[in-house]
């Protein structure tokens, strides 16, 4: 059995739908309550591959929310994390992906240090971020959506935001490696971490992001941000594709100019219908067929037995990692959101 451990992407959106969630008696809590409030288990469901194959899953709502993070509840967010991770555990999932925040938290603050929780011991093999799925589908993403728009990626000058991040890192792999793009632009905070992401590609410019968004035909947004920023359209080039892999989205519906096309990064459709209710919870566009990619990950470990942590640590993802998965998504009928 897997397991996918999320939460919502705002106070006001978990008071939103807590009732929807079987808790109306959040509804009204601010964020001291959440902070305080313990995972859920919030919903079961089976999940058919196009093989035939059907496995069963569990959604933990661990009740993190981002805004534990940019009010500075530090301990509240790692708490949250461990113990959505100690009841997946508790309650038998052999994989459990970490969607979102989740792992971002998890590899920010090195909870790998923190094994005990309470009666439970972690058993990290049991768990993985989902990364590796996620970055493929947004990698596909790309050369599907540059193609719709006449961008030629061999010649085309590539903006990764986020770029020295799990995500970010792997997507700069994929574009230098399969595509050989022309201009490779490196944005991130952390300096000493662009250098060595462009010492290892050995091409790459380091640029600001007011430098970079004007010079790029394609924009991949992989940032870990809780808050979304908002880009002036019209300084970005024409056609110019946005593929927006946050959660929350970043960008989606804060870029609005002619020629600016954006795309839902790392979202996949199945090709079968899943009964499950937390797709809705999360404004999904056809909540029976589509799913972040992070979670479909774990679905694709348990069709194909791979119960490990095969995306865990960070800048660990290679390109033959990403084709396999890539592989294993395709087999079971997964596909990459690529309508713009």
């Keep these: 059995m897997f397991g996918l451990i999320g939460h919502l992407t705002s106070l006001e959106h978990a008071q939103a739908v807590a009732e929807d969630l079987g808790y109306p008696e959040y509804a009204n809590q601010g964020l001291d309550f959440w902070c305080s409030a313990p995972p859920q288990v919030v919903d079961n469901f089976q999940v058919k591959s196009v093989t035939g194959q059907v496995i069963e899953g569990k959604y933990v709502e661990s009740c993190f929310l981002p805004e534990m993070l940019t009010q500075r509840r530090i301990k509240a967010a790692i708490r949250k994390i461990l113990n959505a991770m100690a009841l997946a555990q508790k309650v038998g999932l052999d994989i459990t992906a970490l969607g979102g925040f989740s792992s971002i938290v998890f590899e920010e603050f090195n909870l790998k240090q923190n094994n005990q929780v309470r009666n439970v011991e972690l058993d990290f093999q049991r768990f993985t971020t989902g990364n590796t799925h996620t970055a493929y589908v947004i990698c596909r993403q790309v050369e599907a959506g540059a193609k719709q728009l006449g961008i030629d990626l061999s010649q085309a000058t590539v903006a990764v ?16 490696s399969k595509h050989q793009v022309k201009e490779l632009l490196l944005i991130a905070r952390n300096r000493q971490r662009l250098e060595n992401l462009q010492e290892e590609l050995g091409r790459g410019k380091i640029m600001d992001l007011e430098t970079a968004l004007p010079q ?71 909540p029976s067929r589509q799913m972040f990619a992070c979670f479909a990950e774990a679905i694709l470990l348990e069709f194909e037995g791979w119960r490990t942590n095969f995306s865990w640590g960070r800048n660990q993802i290679s390109v033959n990692k990403m084709e396999a998965i890539g592989e294993a998504s395709v087999k079971h009928g997964f596909c990459p959101l690529v309508a713009l």
């Design 161 to 176: 935001c986020g770029a020295t991040g799990d995500i970010g890192s792997a997507v700069c792999r994929w574009l230098d």
């Design 216 to 286: 790029a035909d394609v924009i991949v947004w992989v940032a870990s941000m809780p808050k979304g920023v908002e880009i002036a359209g019209e300084m970005l080039k024409k056609p110019c594709l946005i593929v927006d892999g946050g959660y929350p989205k970043n960008l989606d519906t804060r870029v609005k100019a002619d020629g600016v096309h954006i795309l839902k990064g790392g979202i996949v459709e199945h090709s079968l219908d899943i009964t499950w209710e937390i797709m809705k919870i999360v404004d999904m566009d056809i």
